[in-house]
């Protein structure tokens, strides 16, 4: 059996505000014609999707294709406090990872990988790059509205199981939610957020994975199949990978991992 190979964490982007990313070498042999790079949730649900995503990207490696996971400015390992993070900032973020993806692969073509806020995150990046090869969509957020609304929904079901009142600090402008707090200006960033509204074509190739129904799925499906892109839609039936298990476990959804690699393979091999 071959020993995994070594992951290389690194510090990239501006000095004085650096990023925290997680370089996986793709393994000996032919190589897939992309560099990866995966865009992660926030919050709890980064905490939750975790091991699922590194799972995503030894498995890409091993397929043969370089990845890049990293952190947003104020969330993991990367600098700045989590009130200085924000969308604009993060789809700054995800610009710089590209760069650095691309020198360290030396490879000009891109795939990003994009789970819940950091798929809609992905989408938009990719749009304004205009140079994104390949775009994996992974239980997208398509609207702001509809994800506070979920956000909220996991906080109140965890205060029916600890009854206690949700934490506002007003001298800090934020709430929190499932242990993890939320800024004003975040919020305010949120409910503006919608996807529907891009309309320029973001990738030449895009995969989206839904593993639940959601509302407004047939608006959102018909958006971006008018979108120019070789666009393909599957669904998935597996465990939300984002939401807090009774026992604290992290769940890897193999299949979806599966889809994901097979078809950036059949794409990019």
């Not at 994996?136 to 009142?165: A, F, H, M, N």
């Not at 120019?228 to 465990?239: G, V």
């Amino acid at each position: 059996m071959n020993a995994p190979r070594p992951v290389s964490p690194f510090y990239f982007g501006s000095p004085d505000k650096p990023l925290f990313g997680c370089y996986h070498a793709p393994r000996p042999g032919p190589e897939g014609r992309c560099v990866v790079v995966i865009c992660q949730p926030i919050g709890h649900e980064y905490i939750n999707c975790h091991r699922a995503l590194r799972q995503l990207a030894v498995r890409l490696s091993d397929s043969g294709f370089p990845v890049l996971r990293f952190d947003y400015f104020g969330c993991g390992d990367s600098s700045g406090s989590t009130e200085e993070g924000g969308l604009l900032r993060w789809v700054e973020d995800i610009s710089i990872a590209i760069t650095e993806a691309r020198h360290r692969a030396a490879m000009a073509q891109v795939c990003l990988v994009g789970l819940r806020l950091g798929a809609a995150l992905s989408l938009i990046a990719a749009a304004g790059q205009g140079d994104i090869e390949s775009l994996v969509l992974w239980d997208p957020v398509v609207t702001g509205k509809e994800y506070l609304r979920e956000l909220l929904s996991v906080q109140r079901e965890l205060l029916q199981s600890r009854p206690k009142p949700a934490k506002i600090d007003n001298s800090q402008h934020r709430m929190e939610i499932v242990g993890f707090p939320l800024s004003r200006f975040l919020y305010g960033e949120l409910e503006k957020l919608n996807l529907l509204e891009i309309t320029v074509k973001p990738a030449e190739n895009i995969l989206v994975i839904q593993s639940q129904p959601r509302v407004g799925e047939t608006e959102w499906r018909a958006h971006l199949g008018q979108s120019n892109s070789s666009f393909e839609y599957q669904h998935i039936d597996a465990p939300q990978t984002w939401l807090p298990t009774v026992d604290g476990s992290l769940l890897v959804p193999n299949r979806i991992l599966q889809s994901v690699v097979s078809w950036t393979c059949g794409k990019h091999s």
